[in-house]
Structure formats: structure tokens, C-alpha cells
């Protein structure tokens, strides 16, 4: 047995033409280590696990492939897992995930600091992502209000005044912070604004078009908290026979691939998705080889910035923005 370890893990003491046998052997029988014993052994699963509120959508594509890229650079496994916006399948996910994996990326708004307590070992390595607290883990954010403050000045440059904000989720860490964002920037002008119900879905941007295709005053813009819902009220809106943007202009949040080829191509606040999503990892790494498990109270915030497409009626180069 140890000479068959060591011939299959690259070892030395192992002659060129025993190796070759056994390398031989294996092959025949599909032979393969087993995963779970040799975890006993090393302590390690080379595995990562990340809970996300969702995997529906190209944020979460792209999220999920730019943890994966990281993930295989130090040849570590992703092991994904939604909580579906449930509380009890997000504890249920991470109770599930342990023993399973080196460390945890977790993004949910489920997660507070009971729940860390309650079903996340004190010495597994977590991340947190978009959360408002690590909850003495390390977090990494979107810079979320500085990202709807800079739209919001934008619309406002473009010489827009009566402006609807289609929200997120209740309760949405990400959807707070961009109303709030947007919200400050218009503070102090003449501009009004009225928020209309969302929950992230391309389904509900379509509802909350069809809905200000009806208002008896529309208004001259809409910012959505996010690339789906913008897009899904683009068809409502032109599905009512009215044009974007010379009846009402458009923007969204996340600069999802998609965003660049509708028709009117969306005018956005880019995050840098797979950057995140590989940041996020990067950081989960140094946290598994480091002596401190739980890796501090440290909070960072990736920058975002306005791309500025035919939807919001003004074109110009990116306009860079805000962070920390």
C-alpha cells in the first residue's frame, strides 16, 4: 500500500518499472484515491464550499466562474450550494457543508451572526460577501451606495427629474444600500422620486414597466437596483410601444453581459463580477493558510463604475466612481 501511494502521488523510492506496473494496474482497474480517506489523513478535502442566495442568472454565472478560476489556480474544488432566499435552506446548506470543505463563501442575507454561531465552526475559514457585518469573519462588499449615488448624479446631468427607482428584495443587504446610495445623491435637487416593489427577477422589472407604461405621468427615467429587472421592464416598456430613451430613459446595476447587446444597449453600474467572485476566494485561501482561522473583522469594498450605453439618452465614456 505504501509503495502504490507513493508511486500514484509522485513520491520517491519507487523504481521507474515498479512505478510503470502500478501506474498499469491502475489504469485497468480505474482505479482512483479515495477522497474521503485521504482527507482523514491530511485534515484538508481540497475543497471549497460557497452558499449564494441564488444560482439563477448571469451575475451568479459569472460569480460562481470567477471563484471556480481561482479555486482551480491552487487546485482546490467549488462545492455550490442556494439557499433559494430561505433561511432554512441556507443553515440547512451549511450544516450540510461541514466536514466537507476547507472553508466557506457565503452570500446570503439569511446569515447573521446567530447563525454563525449556530451551524459555522469557530475554526472553519468563512468569508462573508455583500454582507453588512463579517460577523468576526472577513468580508468583501460591492461598493453599492457609491455606485447608485454615481447614477443618480448622472440621471440628474442628463436633465432627468422625475425618476423611478424599481427596488430589490425586502430586507436585501445590496438593494438597501443602492436605494440609500440613490436616494443621497438626489437629496437637495429638484428631482422626485418614487420607488416601485422588485425582487432582483427579470419577471418583476417586466411587471414594474407595465406598470409605469400605465402611470397617467411617467416619469423620465428608471434605475433599476439591477441589470434583470432593467432589462425585463425594457421589453415592457417596449412591448407599450414606448422608446427608450427618447420617451423615458433606462439604467441598471451589475453590467451583466447580457446589458450590452439589447436594443437600446443598457446604460449600467459595472460591478466587477468575476473579480469578486475571485477576490473572494483569493481571500478565503489566505484565511485557510494563516494561523488565525477566523481572519479578523476586516471589511473591503471593491470599487464600481457608470458604463454609459444609448439607454439613458447621454453617451460617454465610463465614469469611474467611489469605493474604498
Not at 482512483?32 to 475543497?47: E, F, M
Not at 454582507?131 to 462588499?141: E, I, S, T, Y
Not at 448624479?153 to 440609500?180: K, M, S, T
Amino acid at each position: 500500500m505504501a509503495t502504490v501511494s507513493r508511486a500514484l502521488n509522485g513520491g520517491h523510492g519507487v523504481t521507474p518499472g515498479t512505478r510503470a506496473r502500478i501506474e498499469r494496474a491502475a489504469s485497468r482497474l480505474h482505479y482512483v484515491p479515495h477522497g474521503a480517506a485521504r482527507s482523514l489523513v491530511t485534515r484538508r478535502t481540497q475543497t471549497v464550499g460557497a452558499l449564494l442566495p441564488d444560482l439563477f442568472g448571469e451575475f451568479f454565472s459569472e460569480l460562481i466562474r470567477g471563484m471556480d478560476l481561482a479555486a482551480r489556480t491552487h487546485g482546490l474544488h467549488l462545492l455550490v450550494s442556494s439557499s433559494h432566499n430561505d433561511a432554512s435552506e441556507a443553515t440547512a446548506a451549511l450544516r450540510a457543508m461541514q466536514g466537507r470543505v476547507d472553508g466557506l463563501l457565503i452570500m446570503s442575507p439569511h446569515v447573521d451572526a446567530t447563525v454563525m454561531d449556530d451551524h459555522v465552526a469557530g475554526s472553519l475559514p468563512a468569508v462573508l460577501m455583500n454582507a453588512l457585518d463579517g460577523h468576526g469573519h472577513p468580508a468583501l462588499n460591492i461598493d453599492n451606495f457609491g455606485g447608485a449615488h454615481a447614477m443618480g448624479r448622472h440621471l440628474l446631468a442628463c436633465g432627468h427629474r422625475d425618476i423611478v427607482f424599481i427596488d430589490g428584495p425586502h430586507g436585501n443587504f445590496d438593494a438597501a444600500a443602492r436605494l440609500a446610495g440613490f436616494r443621497d445623491a438626489l437629496a437637495g435637487s429638484d428631482a422626485r422620486v418614487h420607488v416601485l416593489p422588485g425582487d432582483f427577477t427579470e419577471e418583476a422589472g417586466y411587471r414594474a414597466g407595465q406598470h409605469i407604461a400605465a402611470m397617467a405621468r411617467r416619469p423620465d427615467a428608471v434605475f433599476a437596483a439591477n441589470d434583470a429587472m432593467a432589462i425585463g421592464c425594457l421589453f415592457a416598456l417596449n412591448g407599450a410601444g414606448l422608446r427608450i430613451p427618447q420617451d423615458i430613459a433606462l439604467a441598471g446595476f451589475d453590467d451583466i453581459p447580457i446589458s450590452r447587446f439589447v436594443n437600446p444597449a443598457l446604460t449600467t453600474v459595472r460591478v466587477h463580477i468575476v473579480e469578486l467572485g475571485q477576490q473572494a476566494l483569493e481571500q478565503l485561501v489566505r484565511q485557510m493558510e494563516s494561523t488565525d482561522r477566523r481572519g479578523g473583522r476586516s471589511v473591503r469594498t471593491l470599487d464600481c463604475e457608470i458604463v454609459v450605453r444609448d439607454s439613458c439618452g447621454m453617451t460617454a465614456k465610463a465614469d469611474k466612481r467611489g469605493g474604498s
